[in-house]
């Protein structure tokens, strides 16, 4: 996975980009980020990218020629049209089922905005969607962009260990994750609860669904619903076999 991000402050990304999971999977070579600072295509003097919005109004608007000069750079990199994301208040907002789709393309393209926004014909030529992370405003598009790569790296084939780091986590299969516990056996008086070291897998894992059942539809009652909606069997009263008459 190729990741390019657009950005007037490349600087942000290096210390997340280069430690922990992400910065394993860069040396492997599961991983490329690369970084273009739009004011290196700015085309005067002060590397300025902003000017005053059309129509009036507070602030400064990224123009657009930087922006379409920096894409096309990036695009030289990449074999095909990469898919490219703008962070921004006005897109979808982000979810685990965004990123395991996004994880399956090859290039990924992300413009991060920042002072009232790009001018929007920029926007509409070369963007195939726009993302939030969340209803609340934020200085520019850097740390959005970091949770996208983020969330879509741990989707890749190879970045974390196995394939359980991520399969039971929050949010991955519909449900929030169950309490985690580790040594020491009792803290503050609290003990470890018994199932867990018990031996008992099956228990185990019973005990760990119906905690994250309880979990989601007490804080996030609208995933628990959904999730009930999508297995209704599982919710569904059992119905008790029916043992034959044996005649005498």
């Known amino acids: ?8 402050f490349p600087e942000m990304f290096e210390g997340v980009l280069g ?3 992400l910065g394993r999977a860069r040396e492997k070579g599961i991983l490329s980020f690369n970084l273009y600072n739009i004011r290196d295509w700015a085309g005067n003097k002060h590397n300025r990218v902003d000017d005053a919005p059309y129509g009036g109004g ?3 608007v990224m123009q657009a020629p930087p922006v379409f000069d920096a894409y096309t750079a990036a695009c030289e990199k990449c074999d095909a049209k990469p898919h490219v994301i703008h962070m921004s208040p006005k897109g ?4 685990q089922e965004k990123a395991i789709e996004l994880s399956k393309k090859s290039d990924i393209l992300i413009i991060c905005g920042h002072y009232e926004g790009i001018d929007q014909r920029v926007l509409d030529e070369i963007v195939d969607e726009e993302i939030s992370i969340g209803d609340y405003v934020l200085t520019g598009g ?3 962009a970091m ?14 260990s196995n394939e359980e780091s991520f399969t039971d986590e929050s949010h991955f299969g519909g449900l929030l994750e169950y309490p985690q516990y580790t040594r020491p056996f009792e803290f503050h008086g609290v003990e470890v609860p018994a199932v867990l070291t018990s031996g008992n897998h099956a228990e185990i894992a019973k005990w760990r669904h119906q ?7 007490a804080k996030r009652p609208d995933m628990y619903e959904k999730y009930r909606e999508l297995h209704k069997e599982e919710f569904e009263p059992k119905k008790k076999k ?3 008459k044996i005649d005498a």
Not at 1 to 8: D, P, Q
Not at 92 to 95: H, L, R, S
Not at 211 to 217: A, K, N, P
Request: net charge negative; no cysteine; charged share 25%.
């Open 19 to 21: 430690e922990s999971m």
């Open 1 to 8: 996975m190729n990741f390019h991000i657009l950005t007037l």
């Open 142 to 144: 850097e740390i959005p």
């Open 211 to 217: 905690q994250s059942l309880d979990i989601t539809q």
């Open 92 to 95: 979808d907002v982000f979810t």
């Open 242 to 244: 029916r043992r034959k």
């Open 58 to 60: 507070r602030g400064m």
């Open 147 to 160: 949770t996208v790569i983020d969330a879509v790296s741990r989707m890749i084939d190879g970045v974390l």
